[in-house]
């Protein structure tokens, strides 16, 4: 419905122009403008060189139509125009075609012609078309006869109308956000979803601000474009509702696997002090829906609660990529599906989580974890912190139950408690439903954490469900009042704080892992311990820091 009404405004505004200019009372009306750079040229040519060289236009102009006087003029202009060549030659677009001086008349078509003189007398010439909230500007400058050594420009260029704070929505020139109206505005045009948008500034989204409110729903249902946080924040975000699936943004590439290379991401954003209780199925506090999209490097904190399924602080169901990021929201949910998890719910199969954490408690039924309630995906160097606890079933420090999926050097520190299938790291390890096993690896994980229930409770692992494989893995059996586990080797705490304990099941303290020998136990490196300026790439630079330094006794 949005996009019918907007189709329709659009298609007034060339006979609103016209309405207005054959003598109705009213004040003048001014639109900006975007121009669309990969749809927007002007070619410079002549010249004593012969040169002919073509300029990318970007920026923006205002229109603005005054009934009374009977004109339309280009108000304000800022664009520049610039060559792709090396010297990136760059034209103020004002400049030369003097827009802001040129006389507007409008044509029988609809069409605006503009006319007016350049600075060298050449004659200028304008032509916008108006249509579906784009403006088709094609232009010309002409010398005066019989000169010589001139330059002519040609324009032929597609803005616009101004949506949100600016931008295009292109990869280039995306969407600005500046504002709490400019997302909602998003969310309420669903012919947008699949643009690119930069968040310029902080915005919250308290509901006791004014024009603010509660959601009942995603503020953006379903999203195939690029949103980039641009390291601001979203707060504050309040959603009650019941519909699924429930987030800042509901589904992410609601698609498919078969078209994974549609680029859907959103990235370096915070979600602060989110409020969100939902009872369907897929409830996060960023997205809903991971389906077949990346989330990298955001967070959330405050709180997640869902009485339906896949419940996470961050993501509710993950069937695509999250990597580097992290979740402290408080996270709760009594649903008996899906999973519940401090960071996702449930990372289905072709889901991965990379190089994340979290650190906020969770609580719930069954499937419940400290990073992921269920998974049957990878997960791959994280951790988790937070408290976790259960009254139901396969409860685990980092994830609740590990069906078909792989834990890969990772850990939890955290106390966990539960009923039956309960473990430091995984609850259960595998799955069996009626006659279908599915197995679960775990390689090079460890778990400290108190571990407590009423039956099948392990240090590492609780129970194994289905076919396990579980190599290089340990727990602390002082730490965690459990000598026993369904995988894994129990160590004491002191050797638990040594890194030959590790080395010798292959652990790689160089690139993945880093301890406090005979103080901490392992934890994963940020960066590498070759990244000596911590980039995030090894290369020649840390050499020469690495040669610089040597023998100095100063670090590098």
């Known amino acids: 419905m949005a996009a019918l009404i907007n ?36 070619v410079q040519t002549g010249g004593i060189a012969g040169i002919h060289w073509t300029y990318s236009v970007r920026g923006e102009f ?30 103020d677009l004002n400049h030369v075609f003097d827009m802001t001086s040129l006389v507007g008349t409008v044509e029988p078509s609809g069409s605006i012609k503009f006319t007016g003189k350049a600075s060298d007398d050449s004659d200028i010439l304008i032509t916008v078309t108006l249509q579906d909230g784009l403006a088709h500007l094609i232009g010309q400058t002409t010398p005066p006869p019989n000169s010589a050594d001139f330059f002519i420009f040609s324009l032929n260029a597609v803005a616009q109308v101004l949506k949100y704070g600016g931008g295009s929505g292109t990869a280039d020139d995306p969407y600005q956000i500046a504002t709490a109206d400019g997302l909602v505005a998003l969310g309420e045009t669903p012919e947008d979803y699949d643009k690119h948008f930069i968040l310029t500034a ?7 601000l004014l024009g ?25 975000l309040t959603i009650i509702g019941p519909r699924y ?12 696997y078969d078209v994974l290379d549609r680029g859907t991401e959103v990235k370096n954003l915070g979600i602060v002090d989110v409020n969100i209780t939902g009872s369907g199925d897929c409830v996060g506090g960023l997205v809903g829906d991971n389906h077949y999209g990346s989330v990298t490097h955001c967070y959330s904190t405050g709180a997640v609660i869902s009485t339906g399924g896949s419940t996470g602080g961050l993501v509710g169901s993950n069937g695509g990529h999250v990597k580097r990021c992290y979740s402290t929201a408080a996270v709760s949910g009594s649903g008996n599906f899906g999973g519940v998890g401090g ?38 160097r994280c951790y988790s912190t937070g408290a976790v ?29 539960g009923n039956y299938c309960v473990g430091g790291l995984v609850g259960s390890n595998g799955e069996c439903l009626g006659r279908e096993c599915y197995p679960g690896w775990i390689s090079k994980c460890h778990a400290t954490g108190s571990v407590s229930g009423t039956g099948g409770v392990g240090g590492l692992v609780g129970s194994i469900l289905g076919p396990s494989v579980v190599t290089g893995s340990f727990w602390d059996i002082q730490t965690s009042g459990q000598t026993t586990s369904d995988g894994g080797t129990g160590k004491t705490t002191a050797e638990m704080q040594t890194a030959g304990t590790f080395l010798e099941a292959g652990w790689d303290f160089v690139n993945v892992w880093g301890i406090g020998e005979n103080q901490t136990y392992p934890y994963l490196r940020k960066y590498s311990a070759a990244d000596i300026n911590q980039d995030a790439s090894v290369n020649f630079l840390d050499l020469a820091l690495l040669a610089e330094n040597w023998l100095t006794g100063v670090a590098p």
């Open 202 to 208: 902080d915005i919250d989204l308290d509901p006791n």
């Open 343 to 380: 960071l996702v719910g449930g990372n289905v199969r072709d889901g991965d989580v990379t190089e994340c954490y979290s650190t906020g408690p969770v609580t719930g039924n069954s499937c419940v974890g400290g990073l992921v309630g269920y998974n049957s995906g990878a997960i791959t």
């Open 389 to 417: 606890s259960g009254t139901g079933d396969n409860v685990g420090g980092l994830v609740g139950i590990n069906a078909y999926g792989t834990v890969t050097e990772c850990y939890s520190t955290g106390t966990v408690n």
């Open 62 to 91: 205002q229109l603005t139509v005054d009934p009374n006087a009977g004109s339309v003029s280009f108000a304000h202009v800022d664009a520049n125009a610039t060559d792709d060549s090396p010297f990136k030659r760059t034209l």
């Open 245 to 256: 699936p429930v987030g800042l943004f509901g589904i992410l590439n609601p698609y498919g």
């Open 7 to 42: 189709s329709r405004i659009m298609r007034i505004v060339p006979l609103l122009v016209a309405v207005c200019l054959v003598g109705m009372a009213a004040s003048a009306e001014t639109s900006t403008y975007v121009f669309v750079p990969d749809q927007s040229k002007v």
């Open 212 to 236: 603010r409110k509660i959601f009942d729903e995603a503020v953006i249902f379903f999203f195939t474009g690029v949103f980039d946080g641009n390291g601001h924040t979203i707060s504050h």
